[in-house]
């Protein structure tokens, strides 16, 4: 009778509003005394067997679970060294409601090899049962097929220091009926995203939890839950049992944690991909994640008190990628009060905004998603940003990392869209800064009002790209270009002064065109921010329609084959959305480098650069030798944007 979100046979899944509606039905009804054997018994073929965890919860759903397939832990515990492969097969036939003899093909092979290598019948058990009425001769090939597979998936999934494929399966999940952990291959999910459950849970203080062995994930890490006297992992499975789930993705469980010396280098290797890929576990729109908001099995607790603590599933830098529309409560026990209703009114669950015209700002989401929670390390909070922008590659899960490396990573595999958006809002809020892209610091900074305008998601040129992707891996600053809109001729910028008191200022620009003509333009209403020289040629790029950034130019880098323009950021100017002039405007691709990657270069030689057909300075010819000597010491390359696997040389020039 559990309420089952989804099916095995693809049929329109029920509305979790509906499954919420009849969790809170058979609470009431358990306070009205109606039987518990109709309240919590599911259905199925097989013998039916009663699991009640003691002692006694406060929580209905974890009272006690009536129906066939999942076996006690007095029966899962059963040493393989006990049971003979005839043993096996009459308990296996009994409990699946089955007749198999062993004289069908393969049969026997399998339940030797399984007694072989298993440690108890638990793990016996759920290896066989969801392939039980499967071809036994191949059974075992199969699953070694599928192994390589598996290993090959995640094998390839790590390019280098980075994630090429963020969506990966999770490494193990947990299997309710044998109550054991097993390797996602071994698990017959094909329909995964409509059969593997989550659990979303906040860790309570680290005082507060207790580390406990379990034959449930083979005794291979401690698993930490909460000391109280109602808080088990045979709580929580009768909960998600009487549910309706069967499998189930639970971090403390499935994912490899600390506290086992021996292995501490596999865990750092196993996180490496887990972590960051965790996002992907959550993001199927009908997959069923059971969330418990005051602690893992723990009863719900809507008090102002609870909500407050750092430790609430509300106030946690991870939860924000668990957060989905399709959530079942955990823990609930039936009780209401004001605070029940305040929470749920203003507390619910909220799920990421995904790609569309309902919330095209997702920029802004993440900011403040991160900002008001918490985490164990800050380095957490830079991963969880990860998943929330939908990058396509992620960065590795490197304990070892600052928080600042970490975010200088993320950038690179940012999509060109949601770096223009990050340019875009740090132009917005740091104006005067001379960085493009923020640093971690600033860009935690920004706030509800440093939006980026639907409108501006229409613009021509709103990518920022990656100017040399094969060094996406490395813990560098990375060089950007986009194909710019900019104001014809190198500018001379005149401000005359604020025109009134809401900041707007008077703005001159003189322009030299291809010809050598001079074009004047005025602006009589912006906000001007920046220090520009007048003794520096500028030019001015859009960055969005009512954003412009007034750059200086430093110099050019072959792009394409293309001598194009090398830029440093000076500042901005801002217009009313209303009042953007019309001016006449090109096209050209353009790179943007940073103040310190400028005084880092160490190039002796500078070449003169031409600025829209004119010299910035005299030229003769015997400026071939420090132009040949500057393509031979250049260290930066070119970058196609029709062929991003090629990285040919470069000619690249700026001032030392």
Same mark, same amino acid.
């Given at each position: 009778?559990?309420?089952?979100?989804?099916?095995?046979?693809?049929?329109?899944?029920?509305?979790?509003? +509906?499954? !919420?509606?009849?969790?809170?039905?058979?609470?009431?009804?358990?306070?009205?005394?109606?039987?518990?054997?109709?309240?919590?018994?599911?259905?199925?073929?097989?013998?039916?067997?009663?699991?009640?965890?003691?002692?006694?919860?406060?929580?209905?759903?974890?009272?006690?679970?009536?129906?066939?397939?999942?076996?006690?832990?007095?029966?899962?515990?059963?040493?393989?060294?006990?049971?003979?492969?005839?043993?096996?097969?009459?308990?296996?036939?009994?409990?699946?409601?089955?007749?198999?003899?062993?004289?069908?093909?393969?049969?026997? *092979?399998?339940?030797?090899?399984?007694?072989?290598?298993?440690?108890?019948?638990?793990?016996?058990?759920?290896?066989?049962?969801?392939?039980?009425?499967?071809?036994?001769?191949?059974?075992?090939?199969?699953?070694?097929?599928? *192994?390589?597979?598996?290993?090959?998936?995640?094998?390839?999934?790590?390019?280098?220091?980075?994630?090429?494929?963020?969506?990966?399966? =999770?490494?193990?999940?947990?299997?309710?009926?044998?109550?054991?952990?097993?390797?996602?291959?071994?698990?017959?999910?094909?329909?995964?995203?409509?059969?593997?459950?989550?659990?979303?849970?906040?860790?309570?203080?680290?005082?507060?939890?207790?580390? $406990?062995?379990?034959?449930?994930?083979?005794?291979?890490?401690?698993?930490?839950?909460?000391?109280? +006297?109602?808080?088990?992992?045979?709580?929580?499975?009768?909960?998600?049992?009487?549910?309706?789930?069967?499998?189930?993705?639970?971090?403390?469980?499935?994912?490899?944690?600390?506290?086992?010396?021996?292995?501490?280098?596999?865990?750092?290797?196993?996180?490496?991909?887990?972590?960051?890929?965790?996002?992907?576990?959550?993001?199927?729109?009908?997959?069923?994640?059971?969330?418990? #908001?005051?602690?893992?099995?723990?009863?719900?607790?809507?008090?102002?008190?609870?909500?407050?603590?750092?430790?609430?599933?509300?106030?946690?830098?991870?939860?924000?990628?668990?957060?989905?529309?399709?959530?079942?409560?955990?823990?609930?026990?039936?009780?209401?009060?004001?605070?029940?209703?305040?929470?749920?009114?203003?507390?619910?669950?909220?799920?990421?905004?995904?790609?569309?015209?309902?919330?095209?700002?997702?920029?802004? #989401?993440?900011?403040?998603?991160?900002?008001?929670?918490?985490?164990?390390?800050?380095?957490?909070?830079?991963?969880?940003?990860?998943?929330?922008?939908?990058?396509?590659?992620?960065?590795?899960?490197?304990?070892?990392?600052?928080?600042?490396?970490?975010?200088?990573?993320?950038? +690179?595999?940012?999509?060109? #869209?949601?770096?223009?958006?990050?340019?875009?809002?740090?132009?917005?809020?740091?104006?005067?800064?001379?960085?493009?892209?923020?640093?971690?610091?600033?860009?935690?900074?920004?706030?509800?009002?440093?939006?980026?305008?639907?409108?501006?998601?229409?613009?021509?040129?709103?990518?920022?790209?990656?100017?040399?992707?094969?060094? $996406?891996?490395?813990?560098?600053?990375?060089?950007?270009?986009?194909?710019?809109?900019?104001?014809?001729?190198?500018?001379?910028?005149?401000?005359?002064?604020?025109?009134?008191?809401?900041?707007?200022?008077?703005? +001159?620009?003189?322009?030299?065109?291809?010809?050598?003509?001079?074009?004047?333009?005025?602006?009589?209403?912006?906000?001007?921010?920046?220090?520009?020289?007048?003794?520096?040629?500028?030019?001015?790029?859009?960055?969005?329609?009512?954003?412009?950034?007034?750059?200086?130019?430093?110099?050019?880098?072959?792009?394409?084959?293309?001598?194009?323009?090398?830029?440093?950021?000076?500042?901005?100017?801002?217009?009313?959305?209303?009042?953007?002039?019309?001016?006449?405007?090109?096209?050209?691709?353009?790179?943007?480098?940073?103040?310190?990657?400028?005084?880092?270069?160490?190039?002796?030689? *500078?070449?003169?650069?031409?600025?829209?057909?004119?010299?910035?300075?005299?030229?003769?010819?015997?400026?071939?030798?420090?132009? *040949?000597?500057?393509?031979?010491?250049?260290?930066?390359?070119? #970058?196609?944007?029709? !062929?991003?696997?090629?990285?040919?040389?470069?000619?690249?020039?700026?001032? =030392?």
């Amino acid at each position: 009778m559990g309420v089952h979100l989804t099916d095995n046979s693809r049929r329109q899944p029920y509305s979790a509003m +509906k499954a !919420r509606r009849e969790v809170w039905g058979r609470i009431k009804m358990s306070e009205l005394g109606v039987p518990l054997d109709r309240l919590f018994t599911s259905n199925g073929q097989g013998k039916a067997f009663s699991l009640v965890p003691e002692p006694r919860s406060s929580i209905p759903f974890q009272w006690v679970h009536f129906g066939p397939g999942a076996i006690p832990n007095i029966l899962a515990n059963t040493p393989c060294t006990a049971l003979n492969i005839p043993e096996a097969l009459d308990l296996l036939n009994d409990i699946l409601g089955t007749s198999h003899l062993l004289t069908k093909p393969g049969l026997e *092979r399998c339940l030797d090899h399984f007694l072989r290598n298993s440690q108890d019948f638990g793990q016996v058990y759920g290896s066989l049962r969801c392939h039980w009425r499967s071809n036994f001769t191949r059974l075992l090939s199969d699953l070694a097929e599928k *192994r390589t597979e598996d290993e090959a998936t995640r094998r390839n999934a790590l390019d280098g220091d980075h994630i090429s494929n963020s969506q990966v399966p =999770p490494r193990r999940v947990w299997d309710l009926y044998s109550n054991r952990v097993f390797p996602y291959y071994a698990i017959d999910l094909d329909e995964a995203s409509h059969t593997l459950w989550t659990i979303s849970h906040s860790w309570v203080r680290e005082s507060a939890r207790t580390d $406990v062995w379990t034959p449930i994930n083979g005794y291979e890490w401690p698993v930490s839950i909460p000391k109280h +006297k109602d808080a088990s992992l045979n709580h929580v499975r009768v909960e998600l049992l009487n549910l309706g789930a069967e499998y189930v993705w639970l971090d403390v469980l499935c994912l490899r944690q600390r506290g086992c010396p021996e292995n501490e280098e596999l865990r750092k290797e196993e996180w490496k991909l887990d972590v960051p890929t965790i996002g992907y576990v959550y993001s199927f729109q009908y997959r069923p994640c059971v969330t418990y #908001f005051n602690g893992l099995g723990l009863p719900f607790d809507p008090s102002p008190r609870a909500l407050a603590s750092t430790r609430h599933w509300c106030k946690r830098v991870w939860t924000v990628q668990e957060a989905t529309d399709n959530w079942l409560p955990g823990g609930a026990t039936g009780a209401t009060s004001e605070d029940t209703r305040r929470f749920f009114r203003e507390h619910l669950p909220r799920s990421i905004p995904r790609k569309g015209l309902l919330f095209l700002d997702h920029m802004a #989401f993440a900011v403040q998603a991160m900002r008001g929670r918490h985490s164990t390390t800050e380095l957490d909070r830079v991963h969880g940003l990860a998943y929330i922008l939908d990058c396509e590659t992620l960065p590795i899960y490197d304990e070892g990392i600052s928080p600042t490396l970490a975010w200088i990573a993320l950038l +690179k595999h940012m999509s060109p #869209f949601s770096r223009w958006r990050v340019a875009l809002r740090h132009a917005k809020r740091y104006p005067d800064d001379t960085s493009l892209l923020p640093s971690w610091r600033d860009f935690m900074r920004c706030g509800r009002k440093d939006t980026v305008h639907p409108s501006d998601y229409l613009w021509s040129y709103s990518d920022l790209r990656l100017l040399d992707p094969s060094r $996406v891996h490395m813990l560098e600053t990375g060089a950007y270009f986009h194909k710019a809109i900019y104001l014809f001729g190198p500018v001379v910028i005149n401000r005359e002064g604020k025109e009134d008191e809401s900041g707007y200022e008077k703005l +001159k620009l003189q322009a030299a065109g291809a010809s050598g003509d001079l074009s004047c333009y005025e602006i009589r209403k912006c906000k001007i921010r920046g220090t520009f020289s007048r003794d520096v040629k500028h030019v001015i790029l859009k960055l969005a329609s009512d954003v412009w950034v007034v750059a200086e130019v430093n110099g050019e880098q072959q792009v394409e084959g293309k001598l194009e323009l090398e830029v440093i950021k000076r500042g901005c100017i801002f217009f009313p959305s209303d009042k953007t002039p019309r001016l006449q405007w090109s096209t050209r691709c353009v790179v943007y480098i940073s103040e310190g990657e400028d005084r880092r270069r160490k190039v002796v030689f *500078r070449r003169p650069v031409t600025l829209f057909g004119q010299r910035s300075g005299n030229t003769s010819a015997s400026d071939n030798a420090p132009r *040949r000597a500057l393509r031979a010491h250049s260290r930066i390359r070119t #970058f196609s944007r029709d !062929r991003l696997h090629q990285a040919p040389n470069v000619t690249a020039t700026g001032a =030392p």
